[in-house]
């Protein structure tokens, strides 16, 4: 009895241990967060003004960042649009097709090492297959362009979206693959209208995180997208962007373009923590069971 008591009184320290750190970290993780939100609208407060989101960059001090927000929305899609459905069907191919093969593994290890990769590697990269070659062929015409920032973009966002598309199909129960292949139906329909559709909400918080992502990311559009001071619509042009102008602005020795820039990280924070709490609450609404 002593030792049961002992193994008892043991177990619920390390419970209290466990329930405590981990409060304490979720904690301390509101409380940055809480900072930062709070450090980005005190020093940005006074250019959260309608022209910011009127106004171009052109203007200087007195202009906003409008065609930054719709450079990094062109961008973001262009970036989202090429690497959702390559990710998507890359994931189930590795979940229902390669799963428990050695090739299944090796590229889910690579997979895992490009979702680590440096972004200005990524950047590089596409500097290298995409602008160098457009810029030769075109005598100079087409250089840097909002298509290259998005192919660069999407290189980061693909291995979020295999990996989360690849996890969620494998947490579908193997019962559902049975009883649809004991009826005939084919893998490529029970794998497209069967298994996706019970990880469908896992698949767009993947790619809702995936978005997420690429667009607070800098160092790949200084390479391929480059910026401009001006309103473009045209992906072959070069394009601005919102991190990219808070990187210049942030350099710019001038307060007022400092807190322009701050307001623009707070606008460029609220969009990513309301893409974070929108997969999350898609995630919520149906949620895909264990085995």
Known sequence: MAGNSSLYLRRRFTNALALTLSTAATVLGLIFLAWILWETLRQGIGA??????TKITAYGEDGGLANAMVGS???????????TPIGVLAGAWLAEYANRTRLGESIRFL?????????????????????????ALTSGNTTFSGLAGG???????????????????????????????????PQWKLTTQILMRSARSGIITGVLLALARISGETAPL??????????????????????????????????????????????????????????RLV???????HD
Do not use: C
Not at 170 to 178: A, N
Not at 283 to 289: A, D, I, T
């Open 48 to 53: 959260l003004t309608p022209k910011l989101f």
């Open 111 to 135: 997979n895992d090492i490009l979702l680590s990769a440096p972004s200005i590697v990524l950047g590089l990269f596409v500097y290298t297959i995409i602008v160098l070659p457009t810029t």
């Open 222 to 279: 200084l390479f391929t997208a480059f910026g401009n001071n001006y309103m473009t619509f045209n992906p072959m042009d070069k394009m601005s962007s919102l991190p990219q102008v808070i990187y210049q602005y942030a350099n710019d020795p001038g307060e007022a373009m400092h807190a322009i820039a701050w307001a623009g990280a707070f606008v460029l924070t609220m969009f990513v923590l309301l893409l974070s709490l929108a997969s």
């Open 73 to 83: 929305l062109i961008v973001n899609f262009i970036g989202i649009a090429i690497a």
């Open 151 to 185: 192919v660069a973009l999407a290189l980061i966002a693909l291995p979020v979206i295999v990996r989360t598309t690849d996890e969620m199909l494998r947490l579908v129960p193997s019962t559902l693959r049975e009883a649809s292949l004991s009826l005939g139906i």
């Open 283 to 289: 995630l919520s609404r149906s949620k895909v069971s």
